[in-house]
C-alpha cells in the first residue's frame, strides 16, 4: 500500500494528476492499454509495471510473467492483456526512445467475479422483533472490493462496504411479510449479482385470509341474504295486497244489467168477468 501511495504521489507530481487513466476490468476479460500515438521509423517502444520491471517491447519478446497473455500492436505499440487476473492490478506506463516522458500511464484494475448472494432464514431474531417476523440474511463467501445491499424494489434498505481484505459477511434484513420486491445485491464499479426474496422463505402481505376474517366474511354474507329474503318477502306482500285491491275495485264498478221484460197475457177466468192484462217481470240476471 505504501509503495502504491508513493508511486501516485511521483507520477502526480511529475507528469500530473491527469497523466494517471485509471481502467477497470473483470477478471477474465481482455483489457487494451492504448498509447494514443504511432510508431516512428526506429522508435522503440517499451512497457513497464509500476516497479519499474519490463513486461513488454516492440523489438524483443514478451517477458514470461504474463506469457502468452500479453499482445502488442506493431504500428501504435497498444498493449492488450487477455484472460485477465486480479494480481494483474497495478500502474502500468508506456515508453518510448524519442521521448523522456512515459506516453501514457495506467491504473488498472481487475475484479474479481462477484458471487450470487444467497439469502436464508436468520436464526437469531432481535428482542424487539415479533415471532411472527420473517428474520433474513444474505451472505457472501471470500469477497472484497465490493457492497451488499438489501433493496426494497429500487430503495436501498442497507448495506455494508467490504474492504480489500476478502471476508465473509452476511447482512441482516427483518420483515412482517413480503409487500414489495425484495433482493440482495452485491456489487462493485462495474458489475453486481442479484439475489430475490421469494415467498418460500416469507409469506406475502397478499396471501391466505385468516380464520377470523374468513368469520366475518361469512357472518357478513349470511346477514345480507337474510336482507335480500326479506326484502323479496315484503315486495311480494306488496304485490299481492296490490292485486288484491284492484280486484274489490274491479267489482265495485262493474255495471249491474236487467234483462229485457217479457209480457205474458192472463187468461180469462170463471171466477172472474173484469178482463185485465197483468204485466209479469222475469228474473233479473246480474253479469
Not at 501516485?8 to 500515438?37: H, I, M, P, Q, R
Amino acid at each position: 500500500m505504501f509503495i502504491f501511495i508513493f508511486l501516485c504521489w511521483s507520477l502526480s507530481g511529475v507528469f500530473g494528476v491527469d497523466a494517471v487513466k485509471s481502467v477497470s476490468v473483470t477478471e477474465g476479460e481482455s483489457v487494451t492499454l492504448n498509447t494514443d500515438t504511432e510508431i516512428q521509423t526506429g522508435e522503440l517502444i517499451m512497457w513497464r509495471t509500476g516497479h519499474n520491471s519490463l513486461i513488454a517491447k516492440i523489438k524483443g519478446n514478451i517477458f514470461e510473467r504474463f506469457r502468452d497473455r500479453l499482445t502488442l500492436n506493431e504500428k501504435t505499440g497498444s498493449l492488450t492483456i487477455t484472460n485477465t487476473r486480479t494480481t494483474d492490478s497495478g500502474l502500468y506506463r508506456v515508453i518510448s526512445t524519442r521521448s523522456k516522458m512515459p506516453l501514457n500511464t495506467f491504473n488498472l484494475t481487475v475484479y474479481a467475479r462477484l458471487p450470487v448472494p444467497v439469502i436464508s432464514h436468520s436464526s437469531k431474531q432481535s428482542s424487539s422483533s415479533s415471532s411472527s417476523n420473517c428474520s433474513l440474511l444474505c451472505s457472501v463467501l471470500n469477497e472484497s472490493d465490493a457492497t451488499l445491499s438489501w433493496y426494497a424494489g429500487m430503495s436501498v434498505l442497507s448495506s455494508i462496504s467490504l474492504s480489500d481484505l476478502r471476508v465473509n459477511l452476511s447482512l441482516p434484513l427483518e420483515i412482517e411479510c413480503l409487500d414489495d420486491a425484495y433482493s440482495c445485491v452485491l456489487n462493485n464499479t462495474i458489475s453486481n449479482q442479484t439475489t430475490h426474496l421469494n415467498t418460500e422463505l416469507c409469506r406475502s402481505c397478499s396471501g391466505p385470509v385468516s380464520e377470523s376474517l374468513i368469520v366475518l366474511i361469512s357472518s357478513s354474507s349470511v346477514a345480507g341474504s337474510l336482507m335480500i329474503v326479506a326484502a323479496a318477502v315484503g315486495i311480494f306482500c306488496i304485490c299481492k295486497k296490490h292485486r288484491k285491491t284492484d280486484r274489490e275495485v274491479q267489482t265495485r264498478d262493474r255495471e249491474i244489467t236487467y234483462a229485457d221484460p217479457t209480457f205474458y197475457k192472463r187468461h180469462k177466468t170463471r171466477q172472474s168477468a173484469v178482463e185485465s192484462d197483468a204485466v209479469v217481470y222475469g228474473g233479473v240476471m246480474r253479469r
